[in-house]
């Protein structure tokens, strides 16, 4: 593997500035796998992003976390699978002293003006978004594009979540335009799919 090419890994803010556009994939990375990446480079192809970031959790407030890795080695990790200068790790979450997202996108906010941010989230993600904390202020803090994968695509767009935000939802041709939009504003991508997933991941692990 380049040096030159391994995702930079920040325990801090990555470079932002006005009118740079960043998508943002948060989760524990628990591990970061194939679909990881592939839905960080759908995004910046799809939607013309400068960067993505992934923010690494100090852990899931949805799920149990007594069994979670360290941050450092889950981060490591991450970089290491990205392997993309433009994906750009931190753990900035942890720093900020921040659990849920809807902290994490106003202060974000607040530290980082003019900067173009869009959530990035895997469909299945989105099927369970309204168990998120104050899910409708994540929607209405910035942008969200959500990208297809396998075996959810029918409960996604079906769920609470979605109808919800129903007229907020953009045609897919314009996705290039959603980093500009006012939110609440979103858009489904559909395009290459993995079937990878942390949780299978971690149990085929445990079973051998």
């Known amino acids: 593997m380049s040096r030159l090419s391994r995702s930079p890994i920040l325990s801090g803010l990555p470079r932002h500035g006005r009118g740079l556009r960043i998508g943002l994939l948060g989760g524990s990375f628990n591990p970061a796998h194939a679909a990881h990446r592939q839905i960080s480079q759908i995004a910046m192809k799809r939607l013309g992003l400068d960067a993505v970031w992934w923010l690494v959790t100090p852990g899931n407030p949805l799920k149990d976390n007594r069994s979670l890795p360290p941050l450092a080695d889950r981060m490591a990790q991450a970089a290491a699978l990205a392997n993309d200068p433009r994906i750009l ?10 659990r849920f997202t809807i902290d994490v996108l106003k202060r ?7 900067t173009h941010f869009v959530w990035l989230m895997g469909s299945d993600n989105l099927a369970g978004f309204a168990r998120w904390r104050n899910w409708p202020s994540i929607a209405a803090a910035v942008p969200i594009a959500v990208i297809d994968r396998p075996g959810t695509t029918l409960t996604a767009l079906h769920g609470v979540a979605a109808a919800r935000l129903m007229r907020s939802r953009l045609p897919e041709h314009a ?6 939009y006012k939110a609440p504003a979103w858009v489904f991508l559909h395009g290459r799919r993995s079937a990878l997933s942390s949780t299978a991941i971690r149990a085929a692990r445990k079973a051998d």
């Open 175 to 180: 996705a290039r335009a959603l980093p500009l």
């Open 108 to 114: 974000l906010k607040r530290t980082c003006p003019g």
């Open 89 to 98: 790790i931190t753990g900035i979450e942890a720093r900020w002293g921040l």
